[in-house]
Structure formats: C-alpha cells, structure tokens
C-alpha cells in the first residue's frame, strides 16, 4: 500500500479548513507576542530609569540608557555597529532637538513610544523566519513523539554546536532548536535528518533531509554522495490562504530539481511534501502527484493524523 494512503484516501483529505487556518494565525500572534515581551521589559526599564529627569537634555547625563536613546533615535543594532560611537552620538542629539524637545512635557513619553516602533520594526523583521521556524517545530515534535513512544534512542544536533546529545527529558524544551536528528529504524539501519540543507547535486537549499549515514560523518561529507539520501522534503509552514498556491508553487520547483537531480545518477530518493495552506486546486494535484509515485508522500501540517503518519514513515524509511 502507498505510505499516503494510511491518512490520505481522496484529495480533500489534504485541504485545510477554516478552524486550522484559524488555529494557525492564532498560533503565529501568540508567538509575536512571546518574543515582543523582552522587548516591552526593555521599555518598562527604561521609563523607570528616566522617571526623574525635568528636561530632555538630562538624557545624555544617564550612561545606563545608551542604547535605548540609540533605538528611540530609530537606529536599530545592526546601522548603530556601522555608525561606530560619534554616529550614534550625533543621532542621539538630533533626536532630542527635533522629536524629545518639541514634545515638551510629554518627552518621556514620546522617547517610550519611539523606543518601541523601533523595537517594533526589528520584531518584524524577525517575524519574517517566524512562519518556517514553527513548521520546522511541528515536525521536529512530531518526530521526536515517534520516536520517544517507540523507546528508540535517539540524538539532537545543537544549534550552535556541532554536538550530538542524546535525548533525555531535562533537554526536551531545546529539541525545538535542533539542526537534526539522529537514530536507527526498526532493521537497525542508521539515519541521519537536517533541516535546511544545500545539496551539491541539486545546487539548492532544501527544508529536510534524511541520510543513510552515521551521526560521526559530517554532513557536509555526507552529502557529497548521492547515494547516502533516503528522503528528501519540503516545508512548508505559511497559514494564509492566499499565499497557498505560491508555496505549493515553490515546493513543487524544488521537487522537481529534486527528482531530475536524482534522476541523473540513476536514483530516486522518496520525496514528501508537508505544507500548512493548502487549498482544494492544490489538493487536487498534491493527490495525483501521489497517485502518479512522482512523490512518495505528503501531509497537511495542521492535521495531527497526517504529522503522525508521515512522521512514523519517515523514522522507519
């Protein structure tokens, strides 16, 4: 039986309803929420801190308040490391005659609000990665699920480290920031997943990776033979319907340098689809893909049947 059919019998299996769509906005907000928070800390600090002052000028007085002046003046902290000390120096005073001084009595208060727009624009800009970072840590939980309830050991490669850790409850909370994963299928056969690789043969980033290699052999030696990959997918976590079809769009580019990569040196790794947004015309040939072999499976990353299935696939190719 085709892997895809355990959770998926007819193409609308694979469409995304309003309550999972909503769910997904939900999910984003709560998370641009949690990362605003050091931001608004930040500005509670530092109202406190300029609470006493009786003039705009008194700002330059306070050592401890640099880099908020810095913010507040609209310099975020990559332009303050080019305009070196004096730059700031000089955007800091002309903040304060143009925008504080003006303000009059309320210059507290317009320094508050100015600190956070900047802060602001940076959360933004942050927010950008924010959709692909909670795909990749759906499916990273899910996986880890499968794997821990199959009492499989297995290994997480750090963030910013080239370690392997093996799995215990303690790190749990950290497997969201894993660069991969590590363990043995039920025939004992190694395998190795990376998120967000270029692959030599394809010339492209791709969202996921499994290898037939050992966690000792670095990646990056890994991927030079075609023959180590055992699967390859892509991800793709945008919840906004009107953006679906340019993600599936996307997808299915990457997928097909995949396979005619692939093809080439006469191989043919499975190939998977996961993405978030999927409308009922993308539904339709998402399922003839799978029909037709040319992909071996695919799942809506908002349904909890699908990320079983194919994680449970995925940890036993």
């Keep these: ?36 928070t050091p931001f608004i800390e930040e500005a509670k600090v530092l109202k ?44 800091i005073k002309e903040f304060i005659n143009n925008f504080l001084i003006p303000a009059g ?6 320094l508050i609000f100015r600190f956070l727009l900047t802060k602001g624009d940076t959360l933004g800009g942050s927010m950008r990665n924010i959709v692909g970072i909670l795909a990749k840590r759906k499916l990273n939980q899910t996986i880890i699920a499968a794997l821990k309830l199959s009492n499989k050991v297995f ?6 480290s080239n370690n392997w850790i093996q799995s215990t409850d303690e790190y749990y909370e950290d497997f969201d920031e894993t660069k991969g994963l ?34 000792d052999n670095e990646y990056k030696n890994a991927i030079l033979n075609p023959k180590n990959f055992i699967a390859l997918g892509e991800l793709k976590g945008g919840i906004d319907p009107a953006g679906a079809d340019e993600h599936w769009k996307t997808a299915k580019t990457a997928i097909d340098r995949i396979v005619e ?3 080439s040196v006469n191989l043919n790794p499975k190939i998977f689809y996961i993405g978030a947004a999927i409308e009922s015309k993308m539904a339709t040939e998402i399922f003839s893909n799978l029909e037709s072999g040319y992909i071996n499976n695919a799942a809506n990353l908002t349904k909890d049947e699908h990320m079983t299935s194919i994680t449970d696939w995925l940890v036993n190719l």
């Design 1 to 36: 039986m085709k892997a895809h059919l355990n959770h998926i019998k007819i193409f609308e299996d694979l469409t995304t309803t309003y309550n999972e769509t909503r769910a997904g906005f939900i999910a984003i907000a709560l998370e641009k929420n949690k990362r605003a």
């Design 48 to 91: 406190n801190r300029i609470k006493n002052l009786s003039k705009p000028s008194d700002l330059l007085k306070i050592k401890n308040i640099r880099s908020g002046l810095i913010a507040a003046s609209g310099i975020s902290d990559k332009a303050s490391k080019h305009l070196g000390e004096e730059g700031c120096d000089d955007a």
């Design 105 to 110: 009595d309320g210059f507290k208060e317009e």
């Design 155 to 160: 290994y997480w490669l750090g963030k910013n």
């Design 182 to 215: 590590y363990w043995k299928n039920d025939k004992g056969k190694e395998r190795s997943l990376y998120y967000d690789v270029t692959i030599p043969l394809i010339k492209n980033n791709i969202d996921v990776i499994i290898l037939h290699e050992t966690k």
């Design 261 to 263: 990569g692939f093809k």
